[in-house]
C-alpha cells in the first residue's frame, strides 16, 4: 500500500465514483485503476451520495460515476438522480451503473422499472446494467476508463472502445477509517 501523504503528488483527481452501492464502487474503481495502468495517472475518488451541492465542488472532474444496487429501494435510486444537475448530464458528465451482482438476494427494485423511471426523467443520463461475472465488470470498466481519459473535445460516451491497449498496475492510496472515501490512483509510487 502506498502512503496516503503520497497522493497529494498525483495530478487532480478526474473522475468520482459515487453512489451507495459501496462494494460495487471499490471493484469497480480498482478495475478501472488495473486497466488505466502507469501512464493514465488516474486518481478515481470514492464517495458516498453527494448532494446536489456538492457536484459543483468538483469542477475539474471529467466523469461522475453513481453506482446504484438493485438491493436499494426505488425512492433511493431516484432521489440520487434528482440530485445530478443538469448541467453536468448536459455535459456528459454522468454515468449511471445498476448493480444486478447481487442476484441471489432480495431485489427491492427492478433494474427494467428503474431504467423507464430514468428515461423519462432524463433521458441524456446513460444506464448501464452491471453483472459480477468479470466480462460484465472489464466492459463498464472500460467505458468508464475510455470515457475519464476522452479528450476534452470529445462529446461521445465510449462504451464500446475499439482494440483498448491498457497497462495494469494499480494501488490504493487513500485506504482510512472511511473506505468510501479512498483515492484509487493508476501510478507507482517510489
Same mark, same amino acid.
Given at each position: 500500500?502506498?502512503?496516503?501523504? $503520497?497522493?497529494?503528488?498525483?495530478?487532480? /483527481?478526474?473522475?468520482?465514483? *459515487?453512489?451507495?452501492?459501496?462494494?460495487?464502487?471499490?471493484?469497480?474503481?480498482?478495475?478501472?485503476?488495473?486497466?488505466?495502468?502507469?501512464?493514465?495517472?488516474?486518481?478515481?475518488?470514492?464517495?458516498?451520495?453527494?448532494? @446536489?451541492?456538492?457536484?459543483?465542488?468538483?469542477?475539474?472532474? $471529467?466523469?461522475?460515476?453513481?453506482?446504484?444496487? /438493485?438491493?436499494?429501494?426505488?425512492?433511493?435510486? *431516484? *432521489?440520487?438522480?434528482?440530485?445530478?444537475?443538469?448541467?453536468?448530464?448536459?455535459? @456528459?458528465?454522468? =454515468?449511471?451503473?445498476?448493480?444486478?451482482?447481487?442476484?441471489?438476494?432480495?431485489?427491492?427494485?427492478?433494474?427494467?422499472?428503474?431504467?423507464?423511471?430514468?428515461?423519462? =426523467?432524463?433521458?441524456?443520463?446513460?444506464?448501464? =446494467?452491471?453483472?459480477?461475472?468479470?466480462?460484465?465488470?472489464?466492459?463498464?470498466? $472500460?467505458?468508464?476508463?475510455? =470515457?475519464?481519459?476522452?479528450?476534452?473535445?470529445?462529446?461521445?460516451?465510449?462504451?464500446?472502445?475499439?482494440?483498448?491497449?491498457?497497462?495494469?498496475?494499480?494501488?490504493?492510496?487513500?485506504?482510512?477509517?472511511?473506505? *468510501?472515501?479512498?483515492?484509487?490512483?493508476?501510478?507507482?509510487?517510489?
Amino acid at each position: 500500500m502506498a502512503d496516503v501523504t $503520497k497522493a497529494e503528488q498525483l495530478p487532480n /483527481c478526474k473522475l468520482m465514483i *459515487t453512489g451507495s452501492s459501496l462494494s460495487g464502487k471499490i471493484e469497480l474503481a480498482k478495475r478501472v485503476a488495473d486497466l488505466a495502468g502507469d501512464k493514465q495517472r488516474l486518481r478515481i475518488q470514492l464517495s458516498d451520495p453527494i448532494s @446536489n451541492q456538492h457536484y459543483f465542488e468538483h469542477p475539474h472532474h $471529467k466523469l461522475f460515476v453513481i453506482v446504484v444496487s /438493485c438491493l436499494e429501494h426505488m425512492e433511493d435510486f *431516484t *432521489t440520487q438522480m434528482k440530485n445530478i444537475p443538469q448541467y453536468l448530464i448536459a455535459r @456528459n458528465l454522468v =454515468y449511471v451503473v445498476l448493480s444486478k451482482s447481487d442476484l441471489h438476494l432480495q431485489h427491492q427494485m427492478n433494474p427494467v422499472e428503474a431504467k423507464r423511471w430514468l428515461m423519462a =426523467y432524463n433521458a441524456d443520463i446513460p444506464l448501464m =446494467y452491471w453483472y459480477s461475472a468479470k466480462r460484465s465488470t472489464d466492459h463498464i470498466a $472500460k467505458g468508464i476508463l475510455a =470515457y475519464a481519459t476522452r479528450p476534452l473535445s470529445s462529446r461521445s460516451l465510449l462504451l464500446y472502445p475499439a482494440k483498448p491497449v491498457f497497462d495494469g498496475n494499480a494501488q490504493v492510496v487513500g485506504q482510512d477509517a472511511k473506505p *468510501t472515501m479512498g483515492i484509487i490512483s493508476s501510478r507507482h509510487h517510489m
